[in-house]
């Protein structure tokens, strides 16, 4: 069974340039995100999740809130295997499938087909799994003979169909995103829809970072609330997003 066990996860990025960096940087990058220090060795290190322990079990749909720069995105990296913890660790058991960026593995000078391949074998498909779905990819797709053109020709509509199509072909036991998806044009968000929406519902973890009030509330059954690297508040959907987004200048 899916589960995702954090243990005093703490994420460091070194700042090698760091010395040079005026008062008012440092003073802004502790505004938006982490904390900063100095190692032993003089280098600058930001803190982008700092001791982080959460335990995530089957059934469960879980919403990542914050600002911009409260660790949302590393700690969707972290559970995506992505980044591994500074300190701390990270145990994750079940397939994952991140779509945090929807188009990491797609390669400009493959054509849509090799891209296919290429990007189904970094979401860890087999062979055998991939020659039962590719049509299917192909033809959801919807780009027909530009199948066999390079990528890089594609238009960044085409380009997001092909991508789409790639990362929702599987279904996974946890399921990592960063906002909804938005897949360019109309006609193919109709189709689009209903595809992501039965990857969500049958994956047995959700993890989802938004912004958006109306989003998480839709899709979740807990909310985790980040500020500067740390857990604010863990609870229910009612709970946490009320304490939230009814502080001033909470995003809504």
């Known amino acids: 069974m899916a589960h995702i066990a954090l243990r005093d996860a703490a994420v460091d990025f070194p700042i090698y340039d760091g010395v040079s960096r005026s008062l008012r940087s440092r003073v802004m990058a502790l505004t938006t ?43 969707l990296r972290v559970l995506s295997g992505i980044y591994e913890p500074s300190h701390g660790t990270a145990v994750i058991d079940g397939q994952v499938v991140s779509l945090i960026n929807i188009a990491l593995g797609i390669n400009p000078e493959y054509t849509g087909r090799e891209n296919i391949r290429y990007r189904a074998a970094i979401m860890g498909l087999t062979m055998a799994e991939l020659d039962e779905r590719f049509d299917e990819i192909a033809e959801f797709s919807g780009l027909g003979g530009f199948l066999d053109m390079p990528f890089r020709t594609y238009s960044t509509g085409m380009q997001m169909r092909l991508a789409f199509a790639v990362s929702t072909s599987i279904q996974p036991e946890i399921l990592i995103m960063d906002e909804w998806l938005s897949t360019g044009d109309e006609d193919f968000k109709r189709k689009a829809g209903p595809r992501l929406k039965k990857v969500v519902d049958d994956s047995s973890i959700l993890v989802i970072a938004s912004h958006s009030k109306a989003l998480i509330e839709a899709n979740c059954n807990r909310v985790i609330w980040l500020e500067h690297g740390k857990i604010k508040a863990d609870g229910g959907v009612d709970e946490v997003t009320k304490e939230y987004f009814g502080k001033a200048g909470a995003p809504g």
Do not use: F, M
């Not at 904390?35 to 060795?41: N, V």
């Not at 959460?54 to 720069?69: K, Y």
């Open 33 to 75: 995100g982490g904390t900063i220090d100095r190692r032993a060795d003089g280098h600058v290190v930001v803190r982008g999740l700092d001791g982080i322990s959460l335990d995530i079990t089957h059934g469960e749909r879980v919403g990542l809130i914050g600002h911009n720069g409260s660790g949302k995105t590393t700690l």
